[in-house]
């Protein structure tokens, strides 16, 4: 919960819920609570009403009213988007809120402090008029019923009700004279139809216009939302006057957009990158094509699958799609090369070779299947946003490799049978695909070989190699340890946003200054599309001496390379427009989830949790920032929210004042009225409900010898100025509070230094914190809270991942100790997924978490297609090293097939460019990586840890073994039958 009170009289609360929470029931209980303090609010804040909304923090998109010929004002562009477009984008289906930069018309009473002394006269009896005068009651009928005999006609009686123009308000009698005569507020007073509210302004490209900040709801479709907002508007621009149009100078949808497509190229290039290396090992269009049918399907089933559960196709999804499209064809592929070969060794036709191969491998095809599924489902149940993404994957990868399973054993078979053709016998030609890859299938023969002896070698001295194998694991732990922490890669999201903050107490024009500065840096930028600049508002502080802009870049194909991306145009700006010396400008990229921050970095908040005080608060912030300023793991450090700015202090003399005759209300009344907005109350224009306000006319409240000048009127009717009882003194102090879960708090943001990865960051602020006092404490909060809780989670997720696929294992096995020659393979292929990520700079995230659960279940799939036929060689009599080679030298072939496919399916990951680039090769270059070195290694490997476990941890037969008994039995019963 973050609480931020100003000093211009608003003040915001912003709940966050744990994910999975119910958004509406959330609101309802907020809603419920806030009735229980209402009435202890100021009349006031009741009378303007507590809004509560389920809106996101940072804005989908900005929607802009222009005027095309420049007939209308931004004053009048403001007003026809509160009167004709605010309210109908609320009611698009997914937006939680709209953000207006722009003001709607209210009648502006400018008080004259000279002439209402002249007049004898006070702010709060202008104001008391005005509320009197401009009201409206229902002044009953004539003749209602109950009425008299013989009443033959009733009519509504109408009074003057509120007054809708200036020259109206202007007649409103403050003063009537006894001899006929009167003072009239236009006597007083400068009246208009102006602005409800002067603080923000927006510019396109420098133009001014009227703007829409759209606020997604908690879960809704961006792109839906999107969609909605901009046919909404295209429906309402037929009624639009001819001046004014509308566009949309920023939007965050079109990366989402692009990223989908790009992730669409990919998963249609992994596809072709699949299909050609089953085409290379199968030879043959008929048996490469059964597998590739198996694809679609499966993706289609878990499409259906995402729809059942709940989910949508989003970049989470597809990156899952992708992933799996290397393991979907897996199973199919062991079920097709074994056919073939068992064609080709021993001659059978089609249909009795798939009938034997499906004898052999349904097993196995079903033993990989229920480890891939199982070492995918803790995923499923982590809490969380991080929960939320390994959902995304879980769901996805489980019912996909379930649905090509299901295939494999149905309907692969069946296409075996009818599409195979038996192999060309002796002696006849062979075809050309079999002629073109002889030299192929010559260097895999003499591959095998080798490698049946390599693994020989290795089987003589397994104690040498065990230790060996010792060493890669404590590197492998060693450099996972050193694997620096992230939550989730920075993308190019094509745009940029900046911040101005002016020193404290900056006007709007100082502010404009460094604006123009800001702009003119941005104009000489090739790669940019559209600035759109805020003033008076920014995500970390409202009032004069902010200003934001959103940058929208040129389309990722027209900026193509590292030099034109986000991250570097935003290190660029941020070099250049530093040395801008009256105010602060930061330049920042988006977060990478928009729902959990408004911009990229860290978050950090400081709190008092002993009562030390805003001052004590404010210095151990600045120690603190002067410690980050000397890190070298730390940039962009900086403080959020507005700086101690100058203060007016106004001290009364209550004593004096009351000897005068004044009353202390009439005091504050004249005092706020004057230098502040009262809100009298409300008037009709043109069917819309406008507020009237009253204020001093701007050249009356300007020093601080304004205050002096004022008068307040005694009760006798005598007039007394302010100086005669008050004394004005500058002071200093903060424009807004802060509190985060109860404590007063400060915000501090950054970011990490170029090569440096957030965990680190976080790491570092969290080591310079704890040199402050202990008064102070500190918590984390959007993406970098994300952070924090999943930072714990890969021990734990890849824990129970490893446990639960051992006891699958254990129950196919019906043994403990073959499933550990299966798991022994996982760190081998951790040691792959460390090195590449570490060779390519990247950090340990969700995404390399996620690759991590995927190359377990990989590398233990191989493990078992060879342990697999081990056994079922073992249950034919042979010794356990002649069962292992046997299986050495049937298995090498569609393990390199199963995993070249994967690892080729994760290239386009790898070598990613574009929108979402940064996400793809987090994905792919961790799972490519372990699933190489689990392969290379995990061949040599897993024939050792099989043969270890047999001959050293277990004597017993495997299950499916024969005994000497069960095998004559068998062949009394053959010789019974044949009799």
């Not at 043994?815 to 590449?836: C, Y």
Request: aromatic letters at 8%.
């Amino acid at each position: 919960m973050q609480a931020t009170s100003r000093s211009n009289g608003s003040a915001s609360i912003e709940l966050t819920f744990e994910a999975g929470t119910d958004i509406d029931t959330a609101q309802m209980e907020v809603q419920n609570r806030l009735s229980r303090v209402e009435q202890r609010l100021p009349e006031e804040v009741r009378r303007q009403g507590v809004q509560v909304n389920q809106a996101s923090s940072s804005f989908l998109m900005i929607v802009a009213l222009t005027s095309k010929n420049g007939e209308n004002s931004a004053l009048e562009l403001g007003n026809f988007a509160s009167a004709q477009v605010v309210d109908e984008l609320r009611r698009v289906p997914g937006v939680g809120d709209i953000r207006e930069f722009s003001t709607q018309y209210a009648m502006r009473i400018w008080l004259n402090p000279d002439k209402l002394a002249s007049f004898g006269l006070s702010p709060a009896e202008a104001l008391s008029a005005v509320q009197e005068q401009n009201s409206q009651s229902a002044g009953g009928a004539v003749g209602d019923l109950p009425n008299a005999d013989n009443i033959e006609i009733t009519a509504t009686i109408q009074t003057q009700g509120q007054m809708s123009t200036p020259e109206e308000f202007a007649q409103i009698i403050l003063r009537a004279n006894s001899d006929g005569s009167a003072v009239r507020l236009g006597d007083v007073a400068r009246i208009e139809l102006g602005a409800e509210s002067y603080l923000t302004r927006l510019e396109i490209n420098g133009q001014e216009a009227a703007g829409m900040a759209v606020q997604l709801t908690p879960g809704a479709n961006a792109l839906a939302v999107a969609e909605g907002v901009k046919n909404r508007l295209a429906e309402l621009e037929r009624g639009f006057p001819e001046d004014i149009g509308w566009i949309v100078p920023y939007d965050s949808t079109p990366f989402i957009s692009a990223s989908i497509k790009e992730v669409l190229i990919t998963l249609s290039v992994a596809m072709l990158l699949v299909f050609l290396v089953m085409f290379v090992f199968l030879q043959s269009w008929r048996a490469t094509i059964i597998p590739t049918i198996v694809v679609p399907i499966a993706l289609a089933g878990a499409c259906m699958g995402l729809w059942l559960f709940g989910f949508s196709i989003n970049l989470l999804s597809l990156f899952a799609m992708i992933l799996a499209i290397g393991t979907l064809v897996d199973d199919a592929i062991v079920v097709v090369e074994n056919v073939e070969r068992l064609m080709e060794e021993e001659g059978l036709s089609p249909y009795k070779a798939t009938v034997k191969a499906m004898d052999q491998v349904t097993s196995a095809v079903i033993g990989t299947t229920l480890v891939l599924i199982a070492v995918f489902l803790p995923m499923a149940f982590f809490p969380g946003s991080t929960g939320g993404i390994y959902r995304q994957f879980s769901v996805t990868l489980a019912i996909s490799v379930g649905v090509s399973t299901i295939l494999a054993l149905s309907l692969t078979p069946a296409l075996c049978a009818a599409l195979l053709r038996p192999p060309v016998r002796d002696g006849e030609r062979q075809p050309l695909g079999k002629r073109v890859f002889a030299p192929f299938n010559r260097f895999i023969d003499r591959t095998t070989s080798r490698y049946q002896g390599g693994v020989g070698a290795i089987l003589l001295r397994p104690l040498r190699f065990l230790l060996l194998f010792v060493g890669l694991v404590v590197i492998a732990g060693l450099l996972f340890l050193r694997l620096p922490g992230s939550f989730i890669p920075a993308e190019d999201q094509g745009s940029m946003i900046t911040a101005v903050q002016g020193p404290s107490g900056s006007t709007a024009d100082r502010t404009d200054l460094v604006v123009e500065e800001v702009k003119a840096y941005y104009d000489q930028v090739p790669q940019i599309e559209n600035v759109v600049f805020i003033k008076g508002f920014s995500f970390f502080g409202q009032g004069q001496a902010h200003a934001m802009s959103f940058v929208s870049l040129l389309p990722w194909d027209e900026r193509p390379g590292v030099e034109n991306s986000a991250q570097t145009l935003v290190q660029n700006a941020m070099g250049a427009l530093s040395s801008i010396k009256n105010a602060n400008v930061f330049v920042l990229n988006p977060p990478s989830i928009p729902s959990l921050g408004v911009a990229g970095g860290f978050s950090f908040k400081l709190q008092d949790r002993s009562g030390a005080g805003a001052e004590a608060l404010l210095q151990a912030r600045n120690q603190l920032l002067a410690a980050a300023s000397q890190s070298e793991l730390l940039t962009g450090v900086r403080p959020e929210g507005e700086e101690i700015a100058p203060r007016l202090r106004v001290d009364v003399d209550r004593i004096k004042a009351r000897a005068l005759g004044l009353s202390i209300s009439d005091i504050n009344a004249t005092l706020s009225i004057t230098f502040g907005s009262a809100y009298a109350n409300d008037f009709s224009r043109e069917g819309r409900i406008h507020r009237v306000l009253l204020q001093a006319d701007a050249p009356f409240r300007m020093t601080p010898e304004d205050v002096l000048d004022l008068t307040v009127r005694t009760q006798e009717g005598d007039i007394v100025p302010f100086g005669a009882f008050t004394s004005v003194a500058w002071t200093a102090g903060p424009p807004q509070l802060q509190r985060y879960n109860g404590y007063p708090a400060t915000t501090i943001s950054g970011s990490a230094a170029p090569g440096r990865s957030s965990g680190e960051a976080m790491d570092e602020m969290e080591r310079l914190a704890a040199a402050l006092p202990e008064d102070f404490g500190f918590e984390w909060t959007g993406l970098s809270y994300e952070e924090q809780q999943a930072s714990g989670q890969v021990g734990a997720l890849m824990g129970l991942s490893i446990l639960i696929v051992l006891l699958v294992l254990a129950a196919l096995y019906e043994s403990w100790t073959i499933p550990l020659a299966v798991l022994l393979v996982v760190p081998l292929g951790v040691l792959g997924a460390v090195l590449f990520s570490m060779s390519r700079g990247l950090p340990s995230d969700v995404y390399f978490n996620v690759g991590l659960i995927t190359v377990i279940g990989l590398s233990a799939k191989n493990a078992i297609l060879i342990i697999e036929f081990a056994i079922e060689e073992e249950g034919k009599g042979k010794s356990l090293m002649d069962a292992t080679m046997a299986a050495v030298k049937l298995r090498l072939r569609p393990i390199l097939m199963t995993s070249l496919t994967f690892i080729l399916g994760m290239l386009p990951l790898v070598v990613a460019t574009g929108p979402g680039a940064a996400s793809r090769i987090a994905v792919g270059t961790g799972v490519m990586g372990g699933m190489i070195m689990a392969t290379v290694l995990g061949v040599f490997f897993t024939p050792l840890f099989y043969l270890a476990v047999r001959r050293w941890l277990t004597r017993n037969k495997p299950p499916g073994a024969e005994t000497d008994d069960d095998e004559s039995g068998r062949a009394d019963d053959q010789e019974t039958r044949h009799a």
